[in-house]
């Protein structure tokens, strides 16, 4: 099924579906339910290191005149400085990091189980092709990329 949503639903709108799904299941099915003081720094600070990943990673894109069009892998250039040192897809890392801030804002566990779906859903909706793209792309330089740094950190 996964691989029929290939390229057909661009990664954000993936994270905003998962963000609702939180939210609804912490609100149906509280499994359980964990308040300590500091909840809400913290889930405004994982989900701001989240945003900023993500404009980062983008302004990285941008600077080296490359497409951040999820739909169309078709790199002029493969980005391999910043947050890309550290992962491969730093953009989908900011998103499981705001991910992760709405899991304690929600502040239950149901939110949590979400988490592992939406890694999956994205390795196979989009990593996975993007990677068989960029392989083409780059064959020499690409590899050796995957070789040195973590797909998501």
């Avoid at 579906?17 to 720094?41: C, D, H, K, N």
């Avoid at 941008?62 to 391999?80: E, G, H, M, Q």
């Avoid at 491969?88 to 990091?97: A, D, F, Q, T, V």
Wanted: include cysteine.
């Amino acid at each position: 099924m996964l691989k029929q949503l290939q390229h057909k639903v661009p990664p954000p709108v993936w994270g905003i579906l998962f963000g609702i799904s939180m939210w609804w299941l912490a609100g149906e099915f509280p499994i359980y339910t964990v308040e300590f003081s500091f909840r809400q720094p913290l889930y405004c600070l994982i989900g701001g290191i989240g945003l900023s990943i993500d404009l980062y990673s983008i302004y990285l894109f941008l600077r080296a005149k490359t497409t951040v069009n999820p739909f169309k892998p078709s790199a002029s250039t493969l980005v391999t400085s910043g947050m890309y040192r550290f992962s491969r897809n730093p953009m989908y890392l900011g998103m499981l990091l705001i991910l992760c801030a709405c899991t304690l804002y929600f502040a239950t566990l149901s939110a949590v189980l979400l988490l592992p779906l939406f890694i999956v859903v994205l390795n196979k909706s989009q990593i996975e092709p993007e990677e068989a793209v960029l392989n083409v792309i780059f064959p020499e330089h690409y590899p050796q990329y995957c070789s040195q740094v973590r797909r998501w950190l």
